[in-house]
């Protein structure tokens, strides 16, 4: 008794097995988190170190250069840029794929407190600032007020909402925007200096200062203490009001008392006038919510509605909020339309079937199979502690039509039987000991075909371990369900009847097709140099169709929202951003399918400038338009063109995670030259880049725009009035820098205290020539001991991994695929690079260098294992061959319609062509193993043997193609969130499948006439 016969013969335990997979896959399944993406860390660390009032050069050399320096030999670390701006030095290192955030934080940590000391004495210490997961957050809450400020909204987010927020499960971090200097733009204690009454009272800023830090200060006297009893003693050593500070006194002039009001204007103001915020063109600020990188997305962003919902009752009546931003509505909704895509799959699978036997009672049993072997599948999921994502949905898209192979071939092997003479019980232990064999080397083929792609690195392995996993979980209980429940259930479901009515009508059509197939197939055979001519063409236009289709990382998804990231002239002030960033929303508005939208201004996403403002258009949903943002993206890039106070750029977000965001092309120029030169070489390859007609917009980081004041101090002048360089230092500092002094506290939280001069007072360089300074009890001015002129120099100073730098962002016109773009960028700069100059990436540039090459190489990896496999079962290394010649029919079947410009190649399009490895190796496999036995059982030669093998399995082969090409339609009909990736991956195996399985059909037997072994030997007889 054979395997199978043992589950024919015992129904009930074929039926308890498969309803104890079922039960614990449903288990499963409701266990598991639903994400968009499988679980990654991509983790992002920012150094932020301010030293106020210190020019770009003068951060780069004293804080970013000796901080890199050390970062640098931190492990784990894959890139690290930095930008050098006045009175900031910023420097992000992007950590490796799902290292430890922890250890990236401690590292960098202990690494930075190697030169901590080192520090310029001005400067503040650096704050560390940690990113778990994509660049955009997963939600951004705006709250707005036509009546409140930014800093009044900021304060109550940052004593009621936000501490609210971080409380709701998962969240891992709630934070306020704009930043301001700490946890948002909020208040603090601004002293105005007037330098024309310091002047007169001879007050020098200096001498604020020091009274802003001696009388303000934070004390902690201790307690009393007796035998019996002790008391906290409080000392008013600080302020806490603006009467306070106003009061302060900071100079005597004999009996006089000089106070703070009479040299300065004291105000509750704010931290950073340079960045605001607006929602709908409000006054605004935003909470953006990072989840945990365990946490299920939906069930975080349900949680801080209702939370939020729950604050709402509690909000100032002037305060309002709306959400203008949140991923889990994308997630949610293409996870709508791929659970809908797995129904429609289902039923159409299910369909063709029953219009190829022509038998409900034939059909019931895939229906039974498919999703039995869909659910339990689920268990070993779980097993491997995967989630509910898109590419795990994707995946069990494609099981639907890779686990009714078995069913199929099952069924209709054991039908055939019946139709031979059998009686169902006879017939399906027959079967079953036929097509044991063939079918566990199909199953294991498909498991070797989809293991590499699951043991790959980097972003291809992050993403796609789980949807190869999940592919080959599904196939494993097929292959068991298809060894134990379908014979069982065919031997019961199937009768003996002669087929009537339309499955006679199906059966008489199928015949007749067969016959043309036997002779069509007879003359080839006779005819085979032909054949092998049109296969090795085949073969050969593989490689120059790759070549030639177009490259990107991933198609651009639909989600709903486009950016625009704006750059102004380096002297922008906060009211030139608002008036145009203003126009920007106002364009935005006239689209019909404007929903809301968001601004941030005076900001940069380096981290260094204020001259940049971002916005966002919020779409309608996508049920309720007709275009999609692929569409509209150049329709709103030529709308804001108009804005000539801004160099715009219109964008959409990565389809894939783990990219830096901004602009998709970023080309970074490095080298150990000065800036000026990479600048020149920067804006010559902008040049070529504008002229190509490739690009719909081309800018650089590195901008020599920015005017800046040289003080130059006779150090002789200074010297004979007795001023040193500290001195005039510390004099300037307080007037111009905008650093602070120290906090204080209101209401129980601590705010900045920050000196400097009135915007009147320093509005343009000559006013700086009525500073004065005191030297030998004299009031001096400034203009005294220093003159001026004018340089232009960068805003700020890149860095790329520790070398200077340019990078170039841009955006590919419409059609133009990033392969493209980031091809002709790099041949240019062959080009035209000096010696020394070197190129290399950021954000999804980089993923897409990085993975390009990747999956061709488990590509080969694959064919090579699926080799080795079939080798071993074959027992032959010649039979492999001729059942993998099929590879190159299916592949160049793909690549025709991808060269054709209906696809690129992609992260999905080049799994999907490994995924027709394993999908068109089983159609061969059939072939070759029923040739071979019907040469060793009935003593028929190769061709006769070829021939019957090719006649008999022609049914089941057209049925699992069939099935499997029909049941791609729906990926290919993909409307809607995700429809691109879903699409892309239809395509390759709709047309590779067909097309090789109708070549294969030809060039199988004639492979098998060239390379097949003659097993006439074999024969006993």
Same mark, same amino acid.
């Given at each position: 008794?054979?395997?199978?016969?043992?589950?024919?013969?015992?129904?009930? =335990?074929?039926?308890?097995?498969?309803?104890?997979?079922?039960?614990?896959?449903?288990?499963?399944?409701?266990?598991?988190?639903?994400?968009?993406?499988?679980?990654?860390?991509?983790?992002?660390?920012?150094?932020?170190?301010?030293?106020? &009032?210190?020019?770009?050069?003068?951060?780069?050399?004293?804080?970013? /250069?000796?901080?890199?320096?050390?970062?640098?030999?931190?492990? $784990?670390?894959?890139?690290? !840029?930095?930008?050098?701006? *006045?009175?900031?030095?910023?420097?992000?290192?992007?950590?490796?794929?799902?290292?430890?955030?922890?250890?990236?934080?401690?590292?960098?940590?202990?690494?930075?407190?190697?030169? +901590?000391?080192?520090?310029? !004495? $001005?400067?503040?210490?650096?704050?560390?600032?940690?990113?778990?997961?994509?660049?955009?957050?997963?939600?951004?809450?705006?709250?707005?007020?036509?009546?409140?400020?930014?800093?009044?909204?900021?304060?109550?987010? =940052?004593?009621?909402?936000?501490?609210?927020?971080?409380?709701?499960?998962?969240?891992?971090?709630?934070?306020?925007?704009? #930043? $301001?200097?700490?946890?948002?733009?909020?208040?603090?204690?601004?002293?105005?200096?007037?330098?024309?009454?310091?002047?007169?009272?001879?007050?020098?800023?200096?001498?604020?200062?020091?009274?802003?830090?001696?009388?303000?200060?934070?004390?902690?006297? &201790?307690? !009393?203490?007796?035998?019996?009893?002790? *008391?906290?003693?409080?000392?008013?050593?600080?302020?806490?009001?603006?009467?306070?500070?106003?009061?302060?006194?900071?100079?005597?002039?004999?009996?006089?008392?000089?106070?703070?009001?009479?040299?300065?204007?004291?105000?509750?103001?704010?931290?950073?006038?340079?960045?605001?915020?607006?929602?709908?063109?409000?006054?605004?600020?935003?909470?953006?919510?990072?989840?945990?990188?365990?946490?299920?997305?939906?069930?975080?962003?349900?949680?801080?509605?209702?939370?939020?919902?729950?604050?709402?009752?509690?909000?100032?009546?002037?305060?309002?909020?709306?959400?203008?931003?949140?991923?889990?509505?994308?997630? /949610?909704?293409?996870?709508?339309?791929?659970?809908?895509?797995?129904?429609?799959?289902?039923?159409?699978?299910?369909?063709?079937?029953?219009?190829?036997?022509?038998?409900?009672?034939?059909?019931?049993?895939?229906?039974? #199979?498919?999703?039995?072997?869909?659910?339990?599948? $689920?268990?070993?999921?779980?097993?491997?502690?995967? /989630?509910?994502?898109?590419?795990?949905?994707?995946?069990?898209?494609?099981?639907?039509?890779?686990?009714?192979?078995?069913?199929?071939?099952?069924?209709?092997?054991?039908?055939?039987?019946?139709?031979?003479?059998?009686?169902?019980?006879?017939?399906?232990?027959?079967?079953?000991?036929?097509? =044991?064999?063939?079918?566990? +080397?199909?199953?294991? /083929?498909?498991?070797?075909?989809?293991?590499?792609?699951?043991?790959?690195?980097?972003?291809? &392995?992050?993403?796609?371990?789980?949807?190869?996993?999940?592919?080959?979980?599904?196939?494993?209980?097929?292959?068991?369900?298809?060894?134990?429940?379908?014979?069982?259930?065919?031997?019961?479901?199937?009768?003996?009847?002669?087929?009537?009515?339309?499955?006679?009508?199906?059966?008489?059509?199928?015949?007749?097709?067969?016959?043309?197939?036997?002779?069509?197939?007879?003359?080839?055979?006779?005819?085979?140099?032909?054949?092998?001519?049109?296969?090795?063409?085949?073969?050969?236009?593989?490689?120059?169709?790759?070549?030639?289709?177009?490259?990107?990382?991933?198609?651009?998804?639909?989600?709903?929202?486009?950016?625009?990231?704006?750059?102004?002239?380096?002297?922008?002030?906060?009211?030139?951003?608002?008036?145009? @960033?203003?126009?920007?929303?106002?364009?935005?508005?006239?689209?019909?399918?404007?929903?809301?939208?968001?601004?941030?201004?005076?900001?940069?996403?380096?981290?260094? @400038?204020?001259?940049?403002?971002?916005?966002?258009?919020?779409?309608?949903?996508?049920?309720?338009?007709?275009?999609?943002?692929?569409?509209?993206?150049?329709?709103?890039?030529?709308?804001?063109? %108009?804005?000539?106070?801004?160099?715009?750029?219109?964008?959409?977000?990565?389809?894939?995670?783990?990219?830096?965001?901004?602009?998709?092309?970023?080309?970074?120029?490095? @080298?150990?030259?000065?800036?000026?030169?990479?600048?020149?070489?920067?804006?010559?390859?902008?040049?070529?880049?504008?002229?190509?007609?490739?690009?719909?917009?081309?800018?650089?980081?590195?901008?020599?725009?920015?005017?800046?004041?040289?003080?130059?101090?006779?150090?002789?002048?200074?010297?004979?009035?007795?001023?040193?360089?500290?001195?005039?230092?510390?004099?300037?500092?307080?007037?111009?820098?905008?650093?602070?002094?120290?906090?204080?506290?209101?209401?129980?939280?601590?705010?900045?205290?920050?000196?400097?001069?009135?915007?009147?007072?320093?509005?343009?360089?000559?006013?700086?020539?009525?500073?004065? =300074?005191?030297?030998?009890?004299?009031?001096?001015?400034?203009?005294?001991?220093?003159?001026?002129?004018?340089?232009?120099?960068?805003?700020?100073?890149?860095?790329?991994?520790?070398?200077?730098?340019?990078?170039?962002?841009?955006?590919?016109?419409?059609?133009?695929?990033?392969?493209?773009?980031?091809?002709?960028?790099?041949?240019?700069?062959?080009?035209?690079?000096?010696?020394?100059?070197?190129?290399?990436?950021?954000?999804?540039?980089?993923?897409?260098?990085?993975?390009?090459? &990747?999956?061709?190489?488990?590509?080969?990896?694959?064919?090579?294992?699926?080799?080795?496999?079939?080798?071993?079962?074959?027992?032959?290394?010649?039979?492999?061959?001729?059942?993998?010649?099929?590879?190159?029919?299916?592949?160049?079947?793909?690549?025709?319609?991808?060269?054709?410009?209906?696809?690129?190649?992609?992260?999905?399009?080049?799994?999907?062509?490994?995924?027709?490895?394993?999908?068109?190796?089983?159609?061969?496999?059939?072939?070759?193993?029923?040739?071979?036995?019907?040469?060793?059982?009935?003593?028929?030669?190769?061709?006769?043997?070829?021939?019957?093998?090719?006649?008999?399995?022609?049914?089941?082969?057209?049925?699992?193609?069939?099935?499997?090409?029909?049941?791609?339609?729906?990926?290919?009909?993909?409307?809607?969130?995700?429809?691109?990736?879903?699409?892309?991956?239809?395509?390759?195996?709709?047309?590779?499948?067909?097309?090789?399985?109708?070549?294969?059909?030809?060039?199988?037997?004639?492979?098998?006439?060239?390379? @097949? !072994?003659? %097993?006439?030997?074999?024969?006993?007889?």
């Amino acid at each position: 008794m054979t395997f199978t016969d043992f589950f024919v013969r015992r129904p009930v =335990l074929a039926t308890a097995l498969s309803l104890v997979i079922f039960l614990l896959g449903v288990r499963a399944y409701l266990g598991m988190t639903v994400r968009q993406y499988p679980k990654m860390t991509n983790t992002t660390v920012v150094v932020s170190t301010a030293y106020p &009032g210190a020019s770009p050069g003068t951060v780069q050399g004293f804080l970013t /250069t000796p901080l890199e320096r050390v970062i640098a030999s931190a492990p $784990g670390i894959d890139y690290m !840029t930095s930008n050098s701006a *006045e009175g900031v030095s910023t420097i992000t290192i992007y950590m490796k794929l799902n290292y430890s955030p922890n250890a990236a934080v401690a590292n960098i940590q202990s690494k930075i407190q190697q030169v +901590v000391n080192k520090l310029p !004495t $001005g400067s503040q210490l650096p704050v560390i600032n940690v990113t778990v997961g994509d660049s955009t957050d997963l939600m951004y809450i705006a709250f707005y007020s036509h009546h409140m400020s930014q800093q009044q909204i900021t304060d109550y987010l =940052l004593r009621v909402v936000q501490p609210s927020l971080v409380s709701v499960p998962g969240v891992s971090q709630a934070q306020i925007v704009p #930043a $301001g200097t700490g946890a948002g733009n909020t208040f603090a204690m601004r002293v105005w200096l007037n330098p024309i009454k310091m002047a007169a009272l001879h007050v020098e800023p200096a001498q604020v200062a020091a009274a802003l830090a001696g009388n303000n200060y934070i004390s902690a006297v &201790g307690r !009393t203490r007796s035998a019996t009893r002790g *008391e906290v003693i409080r000392a008013t050593t600080s302020l806490s009001s603006v009467r306070g500070f106003r009061d302060l006194v900071v100079a005597h002039r004999g009996p006089t008392l000089v106070r703070l009001k009479d040299v300065a204007r004291v105000t509750l103001g704010a931290e950073s006038y340079t960045t605001q915020a607006f929602f709908n063109g409000t006054t605004a600020a935003y909470i953006g919510i990072q989840p945990t990188p365990q946490a299920n997305s939906l069930t975080v962003a349900r949680g801080v509605r209702q939370e939020l919902a729950r604050l709402k009752t509690q909000f100032p009546p002037t305060l309002h909020t709306r959400v203008p931003y949140d991923a889990s509505t994308y997630i /949610t909704a293409a996870l709508h339309e791929i659970l809908t895509t797995i129904g429609i799959t289902l039923l159409v699978v299910i369909l063709v079937i029953l219009l190829f036997l022509g038998s409900l009672r034939a059909a019931l049993i895939p229906a039974i #199979a498919i999703p039995l072997s869909i659910i339990g599948g $689920g268990l070993l999921m779980w097993m491997m502690h995967f /989630t509910i994502n898109l590419l795990t949905l994707l995946a069990i898209v494609l099981a639907i039509g890779l686990v009714v192979d078995d069913a199929i071939v099952v069924v209709e092997n054991i039908h055939r039987h019946i139709e031979e003479g059998k009686s169902p019980i006879d017939a399906a232990m027959l079967s079953g000991r036929e097509l =044991l064999s063939p079918i566990v +080397v199909m199953s294991t /083929t498909l498991v070797a075909v989809f293991a590499p792609i699951g043991f790959m690195g980097g972003l291809t &392995g992050t993403l796609f371990s789980e949807f190869a996993f999940t592919l080959i979980a599904a196939v494993l209980v097929s292959m068991v369900v298809a060894l134990t429940l379908s014979p069982m259930l065919s031997a019961r479901v199937l009768t003996k009847n002669p087929p009537h009515g339309i499955a006679r009508f199906i059966d008489e059509r199928f015949e007749a097709l067969r016959a043309r197939y036997d002779r069509l197939l007879r003359s080839s055979l006779d005819y085979r140099p032909a054949t092998f001519l049109f296969a090795a063409v085949m073969l050969v236009s593989v490689y120059f169709l790759f070549t030639s289709t177009k490259q990107e990382l991933a198609p651009q998804e639909d989600q709903g929202i486009v950016f625009v990231a704006g750059v102004a002239p380096p002297t922008a002030t906060p009211r030139y951003l608002r008036t145009y @960033g203003m126009q920007v929303i106002h364009d935005f508005k006239s689209f019909k399918v404007y929903d809301k939208s968001f601004m941030i201004t005076g900001f940069s996403p380096a981290g260094a @400038g204020t001259n940049q403002m971002m916005a966002g258009m919020h779409l309608v949903p996508w049920n309720k338009r007709s275009i999609s943002t692929m569409q509209l993206q150049p329709l709103v890039q030529q709308k804001v063109s %108009h804005i000539a106070g801004l160099q715009l750029a219109v964008f959409q977000r990565p389809s894939l995670p783990g990219s830096a965001g901004g602009p998709p092309v970023q080309f970074v120029i490095q @080298g150990n030259a000065g800036y000026k030169k990479i600048d020149a070489v920067a804006d010559r390859l902008i040049g070529i880049a504008q002229r190509s007609g490739l690009f719909a917009y081309v800018a650089k980081d590195l901008r020599y725009d920015d005017p800046q004041i040289v003080l130059h101090i006779h150090r002789s002048m200074a010297a004979a009035l007795g001023l040193n360089m500290q001195t005039i230092a510390a004099n300037l500092q307080p007037l111009l820098s905008g650093n602070y002094i120290n906090r204080f506290d209101l209401k129980g939280r601590s705010y900045e205290v920050i000196p400097q001069v009135s915007d009147r007072f320093r509005a343009d360089a000559d006013l700086l020539k009525s500073f004065y =300074l005191q030297a030998g009890g004299h009031m001096v001015p400034l203009s005294t001991i220093v003159s001026m002129t004018t340089e232009v120099e960068p805003q700020f100073l890149p860095q790329f991994d520790q070398l200077n730098s340019a990078t170039i962002q841009a955006v590919p016109m419409p059609g133009v695929t990033m392969g493209q773009a980031l091809s002709y960028l790099r041949v240019q700069a062959h080009k035209i690079f000096p010696t020394g100059f070197t190129i290399n990436y950021a954000s999804e540039s980089r993923q897409f260098m990085h993975t390009r090459n &990747g999956l061709l190489v488990t590509f080969f990896l694959a064919i090579l294992l699926i080799y080795l496999l079939l080798a071993a079962q074959f027992e032959s290394f010649r039979d492999p061959l001729i059942v993998m010649v099929t590879v190159p029919m299916s592949i160049s079947g793909a690549l025709i319609f991808l060269s054709l410009g209906l696809g690129t190649i992609n992260i999905y399009t080049e799994v999907g062509l490994i995924t027709l490895i394993g999908l068109i190796t089983k159609q061969g496999i059939l072939i070759v193993q029923f040739a071979n036995e019907a040469q060793r059982r009935d003593g028929l030669g190769k061709r006769e043997a070829v021939e019957k093998a090719s006649s008999i399995r022609l049914r089941p082969i057209l049925m699992t193609t069939a099935a499997m090409v029909i049941g791609v339609v729906p990926l290919l009909l993909a409307t809607g969130p995700g429809a691109a990736a879903r699409f892309a991956l239809g395509l390759v195996i709709f047309t590779g499948l067909s097309l090789g399985s109708l070549f294969s059909l030809f060039v199988v037997p004639a492979m098998y006439m060239l390379l @097949g !072994t003659d %097993h006439g030997h074999d024969n006993p007889h």
